[in-house]
């Protein structure tokens, strides 16, 4: 079966279609940035409107910023950003925002996507928790 998988994920449509099915159908969020200063926003699956009442057309360049707030650990944060200056994964959990201001838990790992050694994009993982 892996010699399958190692074969469709070698041509580039077959490994492009699989990608897209697993990001659509996901019971995650998924949420992809380019890999500038800004990290904009180039893909956000039908998952982040459920978690955060965004439309993933309308935040097509906007900065995942956006679903920050006044009760975001500005220590996570940070984490964050040193996590993506070095080229690392990043895990953890944080107040965010939905689109109409309400809070929620966030859970979610951040990995670079990359060709060769270079940073081409972060893709975001993400799903909402509770508090315990």
């Known amino acids: 079966m892996a010699g399958s998988l190692t074969q469709l ?17 996901s019971f995650d969020s998924v949420l992809i940035t ?26 097509i360049g906007s900065s995942p910023r ?10 996570v944060i940070a984490r964050l950003s040193s996590a ?3 080229g690392s994964k990043f895990e953890g959990k944080a107040i965010n925002y939905k689109k ?3 809070p929620f838990i966030m859970y979610w790992r951040v990995l670079p996507i990359k060709t060769g050694k270079k940073i ?10 509770s508090v315990i």
């Open 9 to 25: 994920m070698k041509g580039a449509d077959g490994g492009l279609a699989l990608l897209q099915v697993l990001a659509e159908n």
């Open 34 to 59: 380019d890999a500038s200063a800004g990290n904009k926003i180039i893909y956000a699956n039908k998952a982040f409107k459920k978690l955060t009442g965004h439309d993933p057309a309308s935040v």
């Open 66 to 75: 956006m679903l920050q707030g006044p009760g975001t650990d500005a220590k």
């Open 84 to 86: 993506m200056k070095t």
């Open 100 to 102: 109409d201001g309400t």
């Open 120 to 129: 081409i994009a972060w893709v975001a993982i993400q799903r909402e928790g």
